[in-house]
């Protein structure tokens, strides 16, 4: 009888802890890889495809899926550090040998030699292009991610990558200089 | 327990954390009272001197403005205007370098003072109490006044402050050494602060206001004391001297013991802090309706033979200033923009006093030396006892060393306010507040570069999902189309086998040659190797011909063929006894070139066409050969496909002759217009057709020529016309017992070999008819129906009809052919005699 109860109560336990954990397995079900997510938020979003993946998010699912870290050249050593630390892996230097800090660019379209023919306002992942066929288009430059896709298409080259200009709002300080005044 | 503002009214004070006490060396500028400087040959007035955005420029080169005059207006957020500070004209309008350590070019109104320092008109308001608080706060923001004690905050927004303020507080603590300008202005303008402090009180209803002002400053002390002495709201505090009391969180902590929060601002806790240059700025808005023009400046250090204040207008060269006071630089001369704590050597003496400049400091090298080379960290923690914002200095520097930003946010970085005191203890030279600087402007510009990541990324996701969608939208559009494609065909082979049922060898061709068109339009290829075949016939008919009508023959190939066509033509016309009007083309040879090649398709036709031997109908073809539109070409071709269909059944019915009416549209550049034309064509064919009819005629040929040129539009109107017409002829002719017609339309184009195997479809049909008359010798004779389509076409050319229907004698090699037209055509005589016996 003593055996009896034994069974009952463990197996009952068992029951009741099996309908929790089946429960929790449904309610708190977690959707999609949530390391994409974390990639995905570490990558420069500029979907340039230096990676070799159709934009951030393909390569950030390809990452997470066991691709190298190091193919993020406008991320830079930074990116590249990142992911190496959220990866766990080591950090490499960039596959392509690319600079450790990229020169932030961004999309001038010399606007008298443009022939509107929206090829790289297709180009644009970011519709950062505005224009229409047969007339003069332009770069919005706070939205120009710098990817370089819209150079490619342009059949009169008249898309230039422009570093962006330093203002007193982006400006830094070089620890490097001499403080001398030009007394002149 | 006493409350705070009893402990405040006793005359406690808090202690801050912290603190250092460098030298202050303020008592060399403090000689003398403020001066006023001569003006300057020019002044460059930035069109931002605050934080926040640009105010929208009013001025244009060569404007004459006056003293006070606004040059921008306020727009957008935190945004206040700026004045011209004397009268004069406005010289250039350009980027100038800014008065910022790294002098970036930033838009600037170059000035030309003309000497006379004419006043605009003012509005004071000697009776402020009279005003509410917002025409205060809107006078505040137009008179252009920002913080001035250095960080350029504009002032009217902290003038309209959320919370209930219950201390205000007046900053004329200066800590920072060398700069006496606060000072300077206390002492002088006691009367003109406490009735600065007036207007603020009014807006705030704080509960008390404070004057914190340090213990080195005596007169200033006094002169404020004696002051408000009537005034129990205002309370001057003497503040024990040490650096940096005077920063706004330090103040509130040493006059009322609390703490603003983290990331927060004074108002959080009832609190504001005005500095005295701008209550003074204030002042001279309010009670004489001056904007914010001029400032204190301390001009001081070794390098300068009489240190003092100066009343400096905005905009002055900082040479200038220099210059007046006796200026000797040395070598390696450093010009500092503010104290030796906080200031920043400024890269070039040509720049302009801002709104925020309160000292210019040209020390000499001994009394501040070169910064020495950093050593290593000893690890002394100096820097944190020094530290007023209790951070933890040395553990921010390796943090900022090694880029850990993360580290450094948990560290608090952002409570830093940079006032030096770490770097001025530092034993090891270590430039700390740099690294926090750049760590500070690195750690922005990465939350700038997130947010804007965040946004490629929207945007990027959205153009994905508007690809998607567009995407979509034309497979279901093609999926439609593939679907009405399927249908047509489908009703086209039922009325094919519609027809072999109901009726036997013509329909079965006629439903043949139906489908064949179709599947031609459909696949939009020319059949080349039909017309290889035909070619070859062609030139075979074209030798038989030469043989059998020497007078026409030539060897030259294109006038050979017009040549042909016109003894053609002409053969008929003997032949024929109805006035045909035949107008040849010699003027273009390259229309007589297309002419003749239809001219000899039909010769040859004639010998060689099996299947034309019962065709009573000919399907009206038009194919525009099309190379843009091949969907209108499609729609043409479905519209010829009708007609032919039409013309078959009434054939079947009637088993009458053939008329063709022929169309030549040799418009190159544009298919569609030849559609048109066609259609149009067709249309009169019909019209052609009913009237032979009512004469009893065998066959009738109508070839209008029709080249619209110049209006689709019209000419599409036109063809509509012509449809409607068309149709109520065909009604017409299925009650009258009428003949057939069938209405060619031609377009031939050299350029497109489609084209030309369209045509030579066409003139496979025509010689298939031209057989038929050529085998019933008995048929009716041919009437040549011109038409001039000037009513159609506004550019009609002039007539370059060709017509040619005649007879074509049999080919030798098609004997099997021959007979088989030849019963057919025994048939047909026969009927023509009865259409005549009954005529």
Redesign the interface.
Known sequence: MTLFYALLALGGLALLFGAVLGFAAIRYKIEGNPIVDQI?EI?????CGQCGYP???PYAEAIANGDDVNKCPPGGE?TVQKLADLMGVEAKPLAGGEEKEPIKTVAYIREDECIGCTKCIQAC????IVGATRQMHTVLI??C?GCDLCVEPCPVDCIDMVPVK???K????D?ET??????? | MESILEQIERGKLWNIPGGVHPASNKASSTQHPIKRLPLPESLTIPIKQHIGDNGKLLVNVGDYVLKGQPLTEAAGHWSVPVHAPTSGTISEIAMKP?T???A?P?PSVVLTPDGEDTWCELAPWPDFYAKSNQEIVDRIQNAGISGMGGAGFPAYIKAQPKNEIEFLIINGVECEPYISADDMLMREHANELIKGIEVLRKLYQPTKILIGIEDDKPEAIEALTKACENDHYTQVCAVPTKYPSGGEKQLIQILTSKHVPQGGIPSDIGMVVHNVGTIYAIYQAIYHGKPLIERVVTVTGDTIASPCNVWSLLGTPI?FL?EQTGFQ?QQ????IMGGPMMG???????LPIIKTSNCVLAPSSQEMP?PGEEKACIRCSACADACPASLLPQQLQWFAKS?EYNKLEEHNLFDCIECGACAYVCPSEI?LV??Y??AK??IR?ER??KV??????E??E???ERLKREQEERQNRHKRAAKRTTDEAKSKVAEASKRVASNDKSAAVAAALARAKAKRTENGEPDNSEMAKLRAERKAQARAYKEEKPASVTTDNKKDAVAAAIARAKAKKAEQAEASNVSDTASDPRKAAVAAAIARAKAKKASSDLDSTTVSSEAAVSEPASTEDPRKAAVAAAIARAKAKKAAKKADSQNADTQAAESETPSEDDPRKAAVAAAIVRAKAKKAAKEAESQNDGTLAAEPTAQSEDDPRKAAVAAAIARAKAKKAAKEADSQNADTQAAESETPSEEDPRKAAVAAAIARAKAKKAAKEAESQSAADVQHNEQNNSQIEDHALPKDNISQEQAVPLDAEARKKAAIAAAIAKAKAKKAKQDKGSE
């Open positions: 995905d990558l420069p979003q500029t979907q934009g951030c998010r930074t992942p970011v519709d950062a706070d939205e991610t330093t203002t007193s982006n400006w830094k300080w620890l001499i403080p001398v005044t030009n007394i002149e | 800014s910022h350590p790294s970036l930033e040479k220099l630089p390696w001369q450093r010009v920043f050597t400024l890269p070039s003496v040509r070169m880029k430039p740099q690294y600087r750049v402007a690195e510009q700038e570069d804007k990541a965040e946004r490629a990324k945007r990027f959205a153009r994905n």
